[in-house]
């Protein structure tokens, strides 16, 4: 029972993380529907068939190309397709058939969207920041894991601590070192996973960015000029969190009695 509940986990996310490479593709560009025209080849414009549009299976079959016009097809889509697939998997093993399984089950989806579109556009669409907030701080009345005053405490701290950061650095710099879109999506962690996380996520995302940020300015020979997404940084370090939630508060926990 458990095989089969863990196949069809893993099968449902592969079609979610599917229809989400169509949202990401789609939503920056405000002239583009993600509902209509149906799939098709970016490149030439054939309509995709059923069966090339398997998750994950069909990009294998055809050998990442169009099968009509022979452009090669992005990785994004059977890496989104897998992702998504694993994190549905990950759900199901974590909280089993249960509100939070849906419920988390929204933030992930939007957490890899957001995570793919800042990477190519250095943007965080509103349209599913706000939403999030609204739907975090909703849920919150119906999940044991975060309470309506957590939600709503890591709503204003988590728009707080950003929107700080981003003005003292302008302050200091009279440079603009981070967007509000950045701000609006750790509100949206904060609702739904709760101002406790937020010193985690925020700790945790500023070490990763940097590293990759110096690297990238490394190659790139830009120095202070260069720019790379916050976001996924911050979406990376939700989820982790959102999994791995009890081994980061034993090792924190232990962190504070050594020294204290």
């Known amino acids: 029972m458990d095989t089969i509940a863990y196949f069809f986990s893993f099968l449902f996310g592969a079609v979610v993380g599917s229809f989400l490479n ?3 593709l789609r939503l920056p560009d405000e002239e583009q529907s993600i509902v209509f025209p149906g799939s098709h080849c970016p490149k030439c414009g054939t309509e995709l068939h059923w069966y090339e549009n398997i998750p ?10 169009c099968r009509s016009c022979k452009t090669r097809i992005s990785a994004q889509y059977p890496l ?36 793919f579109i800042d990477i190519q556009h250095q943007i965080i669409p509103d349209v599913i920041s706000l939403p999030g907030i609204i739907i975090g701080f909703a849920g919150s009345f119906f999940t044991s894991l975060v309470s309506w005053q957590q939600s709503a405490l890591g709503i204003l701290i988590g728009g707080g601590i950003l929107y700080g950061i981003a003005f003292g650095y302008y302050l200091l710099t009279k440079r603009d070192g981070m967007g509000g879109g950045d701000i609006k999506l750790l509100a949206m962690i904060g609702a739904f996973l709760g101002w406790q996380s937020l010193l985690y996520v925020v700790f945790a995302s500023s070490l990763t960015g940097s590293i990759v940020g110096v690297l990238v300015m490394i190659k790139q020979g830009k120095g202070g000029r260069t720019r790379i997404p916050f976001g996924p940084f911050l979406a990376l370090s939700a989820i982790s969190y959102l999994f791995f939630q009890d081994t980061i508060l034993r090792f924190w926990n232990l962190y504070l009695s050594v020294m204290s």
């Open 80 to 115: 989104v397709e897998l992702c998504m697939a694993f994190l549905t998997l990950g759900l199901y093993n974590h909280f089993g058939i249960s509100f939070e399984l849906f419920f988390y089950f929204l933030f992930l989806a939007a957490l890899l969207v957001i995570i």
């Open 22 to 24: 169509v949202v990401i």
């Open 56 to 65: 994950i299976l069909s990009f294998i079959a055809l050998a990442g190309r």
